[in-house]
């Protein structure tokens, strides 16, 4: 009788096991996640999750500082500033840091470049999460 015990008792561990190593029930990464790997991985969250309190930046001091004067209370529009509405904060991201690594986006893209080429990425996040839907 002892013996079976054991053996069962090992058979459930290793089953117990086996489950563990797949991860999530379906074995598959969280679907927002998945839809393109770029973006989770600059998820501008996480950017500043990795940052001790202290280090982050908050949105709307960046936005203030920076982006107010063109893009508007609310980033509502002023003049040919166009209105910051309809970017998830992840395209808004990576909008900016687009403009910041120099590449063409609409027919203003050297204002813009300016605009944000001083912004860390914590900043580019931080106000991203503050602008962004
Ligand atoms: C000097 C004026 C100016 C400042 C300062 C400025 N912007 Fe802009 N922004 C613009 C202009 C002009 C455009 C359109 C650029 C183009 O044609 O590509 C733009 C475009 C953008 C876009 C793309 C919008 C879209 O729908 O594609 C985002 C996002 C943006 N700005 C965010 C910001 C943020 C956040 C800040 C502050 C860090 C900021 N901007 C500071 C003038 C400015």
Not at 21 to 50: F, H, V, Y
Not at 59 to 66: E, N, Q, R, S, W
Not at 92 to 107: E, I
């Amino acid at each position: 009788m002892k013996p079976f015990h054991i053996a069962t008792s090992l058979f459930l561990l290793a089953t117990l096991a086996a489950c563990g190593d797949s991860g999530a029930p379906n074995g598959k990464a969280d679907p927002a996640l998945e839809e393109s790997p770029a973006q989770a991985a600059n998820n501008p969250a996480d950017i500043l999750a990795a940052l001790p309190p202290e280090d982050q930046p908050y949105g709307l001091d960046v936005f203030t500082a920076k982006c107010v004067q063109c893009h508007g209370n609310l980033g509502l529009g002023i003049d040919n500033n166009p209105a910051l509405t309809g970017l998830t904060r992840s395209a808004m991201q990576q909008k900016m840091l687009a403009y910041r690594a120099g590449k063409t986006m609409g027919p203003q893209t050297a204002v813009m470049a300016k605009a944000v080429a001083g912004l860390s990425e914590a900043e580019i996040a931080a106000v991203s999460i503050y602008a962004g839907e």
